[in-house]
């Protein structure tokens, strides 16, 4: 298959790449050792080209960066500075196609996982301002909004065990004071009412981000402790959700002043309740 993906990119032959790009996703997609075998037989350059030649060409440019973004499931190691690059372009595009834009998100979240050089790339080449506008401007798509927040979250993870100090703190304290992120994200809960997997990702993000006193006050401030508090009794039948919650409600109350606004706000009965209600769910 990889060598009739690259045949085809190497003649830009159009009608073949995109059934070859196809099959291709759908091998690296079955199991780790096949993408490993792929990425020891050159698969990314032949990708990274055949994304170059969909990008030039229009069609085909969200298959392509879905097959890259297989490919790299678990072998961050294998993005460089130009792959990089086309991430960003494909995140930059003024009104980007919204299958592009997701195939993109999801190459980003594959790249930085346990990958502190990738973060680090993306983080100084501008990449938050673009998951935050992504959040910001697509509140029609839930899947979308649910992508840009999951690739908002692996930037603030400490999980490449090769490194031993991580700029996880630095990129959240980058993405509330430079990007308004708690904003956005507390924004976009609420315009998420109603699917829980989206609400899941957005308080899994929030988490991430009350890493200072000032930040938990905020999340108070913007009104997404009471929006929380009523999610907990709406949701009670979500354990997604429930543990979701649980933990943003958690991560703010690292600050005093929000631990009585939490009481206040009569979270601790949830809280109880929660427990009660799913005690066959160690998570929660």
Known sequence: TLESLGRAVAEQDMAEVPPQLSALAAQCKEQLAFRHLAGQNGA????????????????????????????LDGQPDLLDAAGRELLLRSLR?????????????????????????NRRGFVTAGILPLLTGTIARHRGSAELVRAA???????????????????????????VLENDGLRVLIEAAKA????????????????RLSVRNEFCQEIVDLGGLNFMVTLLADCMEHPDVVKQVLG???????????????????ATDLIVLAISQHLGNPQV
């Open 248 to 266: 943003a409600i958690r991560a703010v109350a690292g600050n005093d002043d929000v631990k009585d606004a939490i009481v206040g706000a009569g």
């Open 93 to 117: 595009e003024p009104r980007g196609d919204a299958e592009v834009t997701m195939a993109a998100l999801r190459c980003v979240r594959h790249a930085c996982l346990k990958h502190e050089h």
């Open 44 to 71: 990314y350059p032949v990708l990274f080209s055949a994304c170059e030649l969909a990008a030039g060409s229009g069609d085909s440019l969200p298959q392509a960066l879905s097959a890259l973004g297989a490919l």
């Open 192 to 207: 998420f009412r109603d699917n829980s997997g989206v609400l899941s990702e957005l308080c899994a993000t929030l988490s």
């Open 149 to 175: 927040a999951a690739a908002l979250r692996v930037m603030t993870f400490d999980d490449d065990i090769r490194v031993p100090f991580g700029h996880a703190h630095d990129h959240a304290k980058m993405i």
